[in-house]
């Protein structure tokens, strides 16, 4: 089998020292490959690598053809426009100019072969449901999902030999998400794609578990993959039930052992003392016992070693992951409480249903869906205090709002977990924010990480420690896409842990089984057309 992209002995480390990849090889060949593995594995640095966006400290990457990547989190200059992040700027700019009468040879060299760039441009825009989109409309005024599907359209432009994706669907509604799966599974070429989309690798041809500093690769889509884990798992607990017994019974012949050497020796001890037989025959015999006795001895450590090392490779071969705990007794809403109140909502084209004011009460838990680019961010951010439009009157009736932002912002790269903790708490003791950290998986020396060299789900769970760790604590939680960057696991752990939150919590997601887990009173949808309203059963 020929490879497009090779690893070998691949090693880097932040420059603080933390290291990431420790002597990895890992091949991905022609075709759909999905890359998981748990937060802070490595796969966005790995995908990183390949694309050239980081030097390894060791090791080599072969890539054969062009290299196409899409980050996580797109650095976007504010002043730039569609075409520029599709980029065509260039090209079209020189393509007016021509039409202008400018027949430049710089303007034809900039053209090249792209005579047809912008209805290219427009109809890979359409095909990925981005048809409302103009090429002049500025980035900064297009939602998270709009900008996501708007750097895919730009790979999809360019067909690059080699397509790198990290979290694709992150901020992507269902409708997005549909038109996504169908692009890749059209994609002819070869694709590496880090997701926890469970839909998206379903729809691939290998996956790539990178765990532990090695990667494992399997011929088969996500499902296949976990049956043979299931499977894998379940062989091990056997064998760690096994070697439990084994164990236990070792322990039992160790210790009839030592009674059967000890009741040898007094008998040995009582022959000599009554001098029953020559005393050259009782030494040799005393000696012999005692030459036995410790061959025995030696003979049943070993077997309790062995049976010892047999369980704990039999327990490590048991796959668990981490799981995230938050307790938050000091979050709790009394029923009936106002949270918020809004006033003064308007549509475009009001419609039956559509809200012109929204009252939260209690420990309300509502979804709050919508396509991409209805105005979801915006409304959660005019709930904060932060830009409310003109009319509308929000007033809050509880302490501590905390507002969890898709771009994850909030953190200061240059200092320390601990360090962003304290921020928000300062009131709390060094032992009081370690002990909090540990619940979201931030032990020892990973919380001494600066922020900036955290992995996309770490930054996550660094941020949700923040938020939920802050004094006051939160009565009222306002989560965008919360479980963006989170592997699979925890994703359900964030859900069950939120199940138990107290107060009111109003969350923007398109992942309908993290929805399902948190237990909500009521559902609210958004349309840039109709506006707010109710959104149907929970």
Same mark, same amino acid.
């Given at each position: ?11 880097? $480390?932040?420059?603080? %020292?933390?290291? +990431?990849?420790? @002597? #990895?090889? =890992?091949? &991905? ?32 990457v072969s890539v054969e053809g062009q290299v ?72 900064? $005024?297009?939602?998270? %999902?709009?900008? +996501?599907?708007? @750097? #895919?359209? =730009?790979? &999809?432009?360019?067909?690059p030999d080699v397509l790198l994706l990290d ?29 926890h989309d469970r839909e998206l690798l379903d ?336």
């Amino acid at each position: 089998m020929s490879f497009a992209i090779v690893c070998s002995d691949l090693s880097f $480390a932040w420059p603080d %020292g933390t290291a +990431v990849l420790d @002597g #990895l090889d =890992a091949a &991905f060949g022609p075709g759909r490959t999905g890359l998981i593995g748990v937060n802070g594995s490595g796969k966005s640095t790995l995908l990183k690598l390949i694309a050239g966006e980081l030097r390894p400290g060791s090791g080599t990457v072969s890539v054969e053809g062009q290299v196409g990547y899409l980050p996580q989190n797109l650095a976007l200059d504010g002043s730039a426009t569609v075409a520029d992040l599709l980029g065509i700027a260039a090209a079209r700019a020189a393509l007016h100019a021509i039409e202008r009468g400018e027949a430049t040879e710089e303007n034809f060299a900039a053209v090249g072969d792209g005579w047809d760039v912008e209805e290219r441009a427009l109809a890979e825009l359409g095909r990925l449901g981005l048809g409302h989109l103009d090429l002049d409309r500025p980035v900064a $005024a297009l939602s998270g %999902g709009e900008t +996501v599907m708007t @750097g #895919l359209a =730009a790979l &999809f432009l360019a067909r690059p030999d080699v397509l790198l994706l990290d979290e694709p669907t992150n901020n992507l509604d269902l409708d997005a998400r549909h038109r996504l799966y169908a692009a890749v599974e059209s994609w002819t070429g070869v694709l590496v794609v880090v997701s926890h989309d469970r839909e998206l690798l379903d729809r691939v041809d290998a996956i790539a578990d990178l765990r532990d500093g090695a990667v494992r690769s399997f011929g088969g889509n996500l499902s296949a993959y976990e049956e043979l884990l299931a499977v894998e798992k379940e062989a091990a607990e056997r064998m760690v039930r096994v070697a439990g017994t084994d164990l236990r019974r070792q322990k039992r012949e160790l210790e009839e052992a030592h009674v059967k050497l000890a009741r040898r020796k007094r008998y040995a001890n009582k022959m000599y003392e009554n001098k029953r037989e020559p005393r050259a025959v009782m030494k040799l015999r005393k000696r012999e016992a005692q030459v036995s006795a410790g061959k025995h001895r030696i003979m049943h450590e070993e077997r309790l070693a062995g049976a010892r090392t047999r369980l704990a490779e039999a327990e490590d071969a048991v796959r668990e992951d981490a799981a995230i705990r938050i307790e938050l007794p000091a979050t709790r809403v009394p029923a009936g409480r106002t949270v918020v109140a809004v006033t003064g909502l308007r549509a475009a084209e009001p419609a039956p249903g559509t809200l012109s004011e929204l009252i939260v009460r209690g420990p309300e838990r509502i979804a709050l869906t919508g396509p991409n680019g209805s105005g979801k961010t915006t409304f959660l951010r005019a709930l904060t205090g932060e830009r409310v439009p003109d009319g509308v009157s929000v007033r809050i009736g509880v302490d501590g709002v905390r507002y969890l932002p898709q771009r994850l912002d909030v953190l200061d790269g240059d200092r320390s977990v601990v360090d962003n903790v304290r921020a928000f708490a300062p009131s709390a003791t060094p032992a009081q924010i370690r002990q909090g950290l540990a619940r979201f998986l931030f032990r020892g020396a990973s919380a001494d990480r600066l922020a900036g060299t955290l992995s996309g789900g770490e930054r996550l769970r660094a941020v949700l420690a923040s938020l939920l760790l802050a004094d006051p604590a939160p009565r009222f939680l306002l989560l965008d896409e919360p479980t963006n960057d989170l592997d699979m696991a925890s994703a359900a752990q964030l859900g069950q842990a939120l199940a138990a939150y107290e107060g009111a919590l109003i969350v923007v997601s398109h992942d309908l089984r993290f929805l399902r887990t948190l237990g909500l009173t009521r559902r609210l949808r958004m349309d840039r057309r109709t506006g707010l309203s109710e959104g149907g059963p929970v």
